[in-house]
T-cell receptor, first 116, second 111 residues
Framework: EPEVTQTPSHQVTQMGQEVILRCVPI?????FYWYRQILGQKVEFLVS????????KSEIFDDQFSVERPDGSNFTLKIRSTKLEDSAMYFC??????????????FGNGTRLTVT | QKEVEQNSGPLSVPEGAIASLNCTYS??????FFWYRQYSGKSPELIMS????GDKEDGRFTAQLNKASQYVSLLIRDSQPSDSATYLC???????????FGTGTSLTVIP
């Protein structure tokens, strides 16, 4: 069964550094998402992406965050200047096989980001 | 504001019992409803999707949807210790294909 893949599985960075989290969504999905989950807390929506542009973003997704689909397969989340409070598990997800709405979200295994 | 409410628990049931997980949502244009299971340190895993009023059964899992009451539930029959996890309710808004998650209910099945 097709999967969403995320790399790396764990990223450690120093405060103020830039990080790029990478995702390969399921190939025939057209909607892409980033969520984060701080340890022990709820899954929080960051941003959704469709047709090569952001379709919705949360208040968490400030100017320090950006997303990009640099080619036909990758979907990246960049944090320009990391803060301690950015430490969390970041999940990429995709949906919309063939552009269909209402189909489920499929999550990657996540990247655990630790900011020191 | 689109709210998805779940009782955070923890919910404890003995092995073999029925576990009942509940979710309410505030937005009447919500179209699709999903239950995800999340083990500690892992990503959410889809268990059930339900799109119309009534019950939908898949093995030991039954999802129930009542759009008039804005309520969706998940029943787990013959609960097993391996069912111990956090269960997330998600609703989908067709416009923009947005998903909104509840805070999750922590379930422990006691052997």
């Amino acid at each position: 069964e097709p999967e969403v893949t995320q790399t790396p599985s764990h990223q450690v960075t120093q405060m103020g550094q830039e990080v790029i989290l990478r995702c390969v969504p399921i190939s025939n999905h057209l909607y892409f998402y980033w969520y984060r989950q701080i340890l022990g807390q709820k899954v929080e929506f960051l941003v959704s992406f469709y047709n090569n542009e952001i379709s919705e973003k949360s208040e968490i997704f400030d100017d320090q965050f950006s997303v990009e689909r640099p080619d036909g397969s990758n979907f990246t989340l960049k944090i320009r200047s990391t803060k301690l409070e950015d430490s969390a598990m970041y999940f990429c997800a995709s949906s919309g096989r063939g552009g269909a709405v209402n189909s489920p979200l499929h999550f990657g295994n996540g990247t655990r980001l630790t900011v020191t | 504001q689109k709210e998805v409410e779940q009782n955070s628990g923890p919910l404890s049931v003995p092995e073999g019992a029925i576990a009942s997980l509940n979710c309410t949502y505030s937005d009447r244009v919500s179209q699709s409803f999903f239950w995800y299971r999340q083990y500690s340190g892992k990503s959410p895993e889809l268990i059930m999707s339900i799109y119309s009023n009534g019950d939908k059964e898949d093995g030991r899992f039954t999802a129930q949807l009542n759009k008039a009451s804005q309520y969706v539930s998940l029943l787990i029959r013959d609960s097993q210790p391996s069912d111990s996890a956090t269960y997330l309710c998600a609703v989908n808004i067709e416009t923009g294909n947005q998903f909104y998650f509840g805070t999750g209910t922590s379930l422990t099945v006691i052997p």
